[in-house]
């Protein structure tokens, strides 16, 4: 998380000079694999985000000597539990840094594995299959969120449902909680608006997944619109249209254009600001602040922030600057929504595969909870790890949609948005055995929350938004009826993992 310090008195905020404030950072669009000169992983990830904070370093010392800066960049801090769960073995022990960036949205390049000698195996198969192996498991789980690809034009060869089902096995099978598509890459930057491409995004939408889309320009953009358009007023993509969320990457590369900010404020589309540098990034805030306020919707709820690594390096340092820049219009929950709170709304289904099953939840609670008391249970379960289990992901909790709060101080608590304390963990034994979910959660009074329940069925957790209205009502009823209640850390402990077994 990015730690930064009020350089000035900002009355109109309630700020105080030297106040500091904590921001969660997601990086909504980075690649992994091997294309060409291209090579990265996760520990390439944190190699860079530690690089990327060496240079916002270096860059601040000129912005606060020509006094640019509202607040100054001074430290950053992991969060605990991830950072303890890397600390829990030797070989995780070294990546335990880059911690500028908390989660990273990860997705295959048009890689060595992009392509199949077979007319029968889509395209990406491979690729979706490495983007997996890291994102499904301990300890890069914690740290990433992996996207699928698929070639459309897949389609006009062999089987004409190749793409889709790539995309279904991804989600279903992998676990990867979104899709990647490079128009120009892949080459159907002119059949963008096709019967195959409709077919895609209805799947996508149906599944609940966000698409992130390559724009290079404005008019791509509105190839992209004019897709979504054609499926509007027809019953068989009225549902799809209700979940379906598209990100164009880059913005167009055409912050001056006014007609991004006509597409952006249409419920389905959000920007991704990498690639942006130099003028363009005051132009894209500046516009995205005057032309794209709705009813109930905050401009800043459709920006995206992302570094395009490998294919870009440090130019997301400039973005970063810009938003706690005097310059920068918006507040520090404007911020805080671009910079991580966007990416995890778009992505907050927690994960989940066809290898779950229904379960009865069961729950326990732990009054008067002091931190070492929610410490001993994580531990517990971090010591799992080591003993035949696997960690498919750690979604933490968050706002509902449109509710983000105004973020405050440390000094009065340092709450983000992000619940810290409050998360979803998806735990299955390695042996292939059944997932579940292990969902945490910490009241303001201190009371301590723990329910075990199965991925499939009705009694299920669909969302990481912390809200009470966002539960089923069975599954409500449920957990407050049968909660049990722990007298000490070692039962609460010990009962979590009887539930799990």
């Known amino acids: 998380m990015l730690v930064v310090r009020a350089v000035e008195d900002i009355p109109e905020q309630g700020i105080k000079k030297d106040d500091r404030f904590q921001f969660y950072v997601v990086d909504a669009h980075h690649h992994m694999g091997k294309e060409k000169g291209h090579r990265n992983s996760p520990s390439g990830a944190y190699d860079f985000y530690a690089l990327l904070w060496f240079e916002l370093q270096r860059m601040v010392k000129d912005q606060l000597e020509g006094d640019l800066l509202l607040f100054e960049p001074i430290e950053v801090v992991p969060p605990e539990l991830p950072s303890r769960l890397f600390s829990s073995r030797a070989s995780w022990a070294r990546m335990n840094h880059g911690w500028l960036v908390d989660r990273t949205i990860v997705f295959p390049y048009t890689d060595d594995y992009s392509k199949s000698d077979s007319p029968d195996t889509p395209s990406f198969r491979v690729s979706n299959d490495k983007i997996a192996g890291w994102t499904t498991r301990a300890p890069h789980s914690t740290r990433l969120i992996g996207f699928g690809?698929?070639?459309?034009?897949?389609?006009?060869?062999?089987?004409?449902?190749?793409?889709?089902?790539?995309?279904?096995?991804?989600?279903?099978?992998?676990?990867?909680?979104?899709?990647?598509?490079?128009?120009?890459?892949?080459?159907?930057?002119?059949?963008?608006?096709?019967?195959?491409?409709?077919?895609?995004?209805?799947?996508?939408?149906?599944?609940?997944?966000?698409?992130?889309?390559?724009?290079?320009?404005?008019?791509?953009?509105?190839?992209?619109?004019?897709?979504?358009?054609?499926?509007?007023?027809?019953?068989?993509?009225?549902?799809?249209?209700?979940?379906?969320?598209?990100?164009?990457?880059?913005?167009?590369?055409?912050?001056?254009?006014?007609?991004?900010?006509?597409?952006?404020?249409?419920?389905?589309?959000?920007?991704?600001?990498?690639?942006?540098?130099?003028?363009?990034?005051?132009?894209?805030?500046?516009?995205?602040?005057?032309?794209?306020?709705?009813?109930?919707?905050?401009?800043?709820?459709?920006?995206?922030?992302?570094?395009?690594?490998?294919?870009?390096?440090?130019?997301?340092?400039?973005?970063?600057?810009?938003?706690?820049?005097?310059?920068?219009?918006?507040?520090?929950?404007?911020?805080?929504?671009?910079?991580g709170g966007n990416a995890l709304t778009l992505a907050q289904t927690p994960f989940r595969t066809d290898n779950g099953v229904k379960r009865q939840p069961k729950t326990v609670v732990y009054e008067k909870c002091e931190p070492t008391v929610t410490q001993e249970l994580e531990e517990s379960i971090i010591s799992l790890l080591n003993n035949g289990w696997n960690m498919s992901s750690l979604d933490l909790m968050i706002p509902p949609r449109h509710t983000w709060p105004n973020i405050q101080s440390l000094e009065r608590g340092g709450y983000n948005g992000i619940h810290l304390d409050s998360y979803v963990m998806t735990l299955h034994p390695k042996n292939g055995g059944t997932e579940f979910h292990v969902w945490v959660r910490m009241n303001p009074a201190g009371l301590l929350s723990c329910t075990v329940l199965g991925t499939k069925g009705t009694l299920v957790l669909d969302t990481a938004e912390f809200a009470a209205q966002r539960l089923g009502q069975e599954l409500s009823e449920k957990i407050r009826e049968d909660a049990r209640p722990m007298r000490t850390p070692q039962e609460l402990a010990s009962s979590v993992l009887d539930m799990l077994s």
């Open 149 to 339: 690809r698929v070639d459309p034009k897949d389609s006009l060869s062999g089987s004409p449902d190749r793409p889709v089902k790539e995309i279904k096995r991804a989600v279903k099978v992998l676990g990867l909680r979104g899709l990647k598509l490079h128009p120009l890459a892949q080459l159907f930057v002119d059949e963008i608006d096709s019967d195959y491409m409709r077919k895609i995004m209805k799947c996508a939408g149906d599944l609940g997944i966000p698409v992130i889309m390559d724009t290079r320009n404005t008019r791509t953009v509105l190839r992209i619109q004019d897709l979504v358009n054609s499926m509007r007023g027809s019953k068989k993509y009225e549902k799809t249209l209700t979940q379906l969320s598209i990100i164009l990457a880059h913005c167009g590369m055409s912050p001056g254009d006014p007609r991004l900010y006509e597409v952006l404020r249409d419920p389905v589309f959000y920007g991704e600001t990498s690639t942006l540098h130099g003028k363009d990034v005051p132009i894209l805030f500046q516009m995205a602040h005057e032309r794209m306020g709705a009813p109930g919707v905050q401009w800043s709820e459709k920006l995206l922030f992302g570094t395009d690594y490998s294919f870009l390096s440090v130019q997301a340092a400039e973005i970063i600057l810009h938003l706690i820049s005097r310059d920068f219009k918006g507040t520090l929950g404007d911020i805080q929504r671009i910079i």
